[in-house]
């Protein structure tokens, strides 16, 4: 072995037992730092705890903790001014601000690492930033909700048709369609919620697997670093990464639902429904065809979600395999996550600020309420409460619908005698359960469409919200 492969096998933080220094491409192939150098802050955030709490049990000297500190402090300032230069051979973010820490301070630097490994060092870091990540984007949820909220009380009587099986089925009210999303979302922000009690226990004080010789104070690095409580059991704490698949299952629904969302946004803009106008600032044109104005915004967002679902199973898969306790498979728990909370992040930014900016067209979405004899259920439950059993309404009003696709009328349209043929109990009394407005009104009980549980509704979103 040459003396420069000698050296750069001792330059290693743990080069100590090598007689060879690492192949240049494992070294590539085996470093982290590309994508973990994300990580630095928190890794900084869980250094100066680990650090005061060595200094509270007598570890570390004060000097030597305030010299980690303040040292700290700097290679903060120097990373946030893009003047510090990550180095591959130094494999990770941890060791990479560790060997810069050692460079600034000397001795005191070399000392950190004492009680700690980097393996309860990583957990430490990446439930640290996913809390953090996990908060912003619960501001985002709110955000976008809150934008639902105002859109249902603007628009509590805007009448369009509901759906089943994209067939136009009953009339609703856009502010119900609206609350709809919102409790999709609703349920996602609790999700996150519950998913942030078990992000938040900290792995500190595992060490490498087993816990460590030193008389290390968990309870007061937790409390330093605002985590619940110290990790339980040292395997476990270093081995887990349900929080991070907790996370992404998650993260998975809420793409799924913004997708939802983006697939009606995009029928409704399409001219064969033209429901709703989108500000031209969220659209895009086409190179070709000069009177196109496309729904980017939601066909992408629409796209999006496939790679967090991929995200998911990448990190099941990743986990499947691994007996306890750390094992550098770990490591490719990273990417995944940090593009999951990328795509996340940017798709509910985009749905919370083109929300407020959607426009109804309440006269198109009226047409279309009229088309498909959306009023027929309530032509029935009239029938209904004239005497008739169900099953008997529901035939009679077939019959009715069945001339009004002959005669290309909607039932409201039809003279009353002709309705009278089909049912000697119909009286004129009949056109006032025919009427959109008459069908939502109806529905006026708690999680019905009518316009007064709309307005209902968004007084409790409201409170839900605060
Ligand atoms: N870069 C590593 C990771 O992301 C840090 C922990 C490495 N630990 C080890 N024993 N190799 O998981």
């Not at 030193?214 to 887990?240: H, W």
């Not at 005497?387 to 077939?398: I, M, N, W």
Request: charged share 25%.
């Amino acid at each position: 072995m040459s003396q420069q492969q000698q050296d750069s096998a001792k330059d290693k933080p743990w080069g100590g037992r090598f007689s060879e220094s690492t192949d240049a491409f494992v070294e590539e192939f085996t470093a982290s730092i590309l994508f973990d150098q994300r990580l630095y802050r928190h890794d900084i955030q869980g250094s100066r705890a680990h650090a005061r709490m060595l200094g509270k049990t007598g570890l570390l000297d004060t000097t030597e903790v305030e010299q980690i500190l303040s040292g700290l402090d700097e290679i903060e300032q120097s990373i946030e001014k893009g003047e510090l230069k990550w180095q591959i051979s130094l494999e990770d973010v941890h060791m990479n601000i560790e060997a810069r820490l050692t460079d600034r301070i000397g001795i005191a630097g070399k000392k950190l690492h004492t009680g700690r490994s980097r393996n309860d060092q990583v957990a430490t870091d990446i439930r640290l930033w996913l809390r953090d990540q996990v908060d912003g984007i619960s501001h985002e949820l709110r955000r976008l909700q809150r934008a639902l909220i105002e859109l249902a009380e603007r628009e509590a009587n805007t009448i369009l048709p509901g759906f089943t099986h994209l067939q136009v089925a009953q009339p609703i009210t856009f502010g119900h369609h609206m609350l709809a999303w919102f409790e999709m979302l609703q349920r996602d922000f609790e999700r996150l919620q519950d998913c942030r009690k078990r992000i938040n226990v900290m792995p500190l004080g595992a060490a490498a697997l087993a816990g460590t010789t030193y008389p290390i104070d968990r309870l007061y690095t937790a409390e330093l670093l605002g985590f619940d409580y110290p990790a339980r059991n040292s395997l476990d704490a270093v081995s887990d990464r349900d929080f991070a698949i907790e996370f992404t299952s998650a993260a998975a629904l809420i793409m799924m639902h913004l997708s939802r969302f983006s697939e009606e946004l995009v029928l409704w803009t399409s001219a064969q429904f033209d429901f709703i106008r989108l500000p031209d600032r969220f659209c895009t044109g086409s190179s070709i065809m000069p009177q196109k104005k496309n729904p980017d915004v939601p066909e992408l967002v629409r796209g999006k979600s496939g790679r967090v679902f991929g995200h998911l199973f990448a990190l099941l898969t990743l986990m499947k395999g691994q007996p306890l306790a750390y094992n550098k498979d770990n490591q490719e728990d990273k990417e995944p996550l940090f593009d999951t909370v990328d795509t996340l992040l940017g798709s509910l930014r985009a749905f919370a600020d083109m929300m407020p900016h959607v426009q109804p067209k309440p006269e198109k979405m009226r047409k279309a309420a009229m088309q498909g004899f959306s009023t027929a259920t309530d032509l029935a439950d009239y029938l209904v409460r004239k005497g008739l059993p169900f099953r008997d309404a529901h035939e009679v009003v077939g019959k009715a619908v069945a001339l009004g696709v002959e005669t290309g009328r909607d039932l409201s349209e039809m003279r009353l005698e002709e309705l009278q043929a089909f049912s000697n109990t119909i009286t004129a009394d009949v056109f006032a359960v025919l009427t959109l407005e008459g069908s939502v009104a109806a529905r006026n009980h708690l999680g019905g469409t009518a316009p007064e549980q709309v307005k209902r509704q968004t007084v409790i979103a409201r409170e839900i919200i605060q």
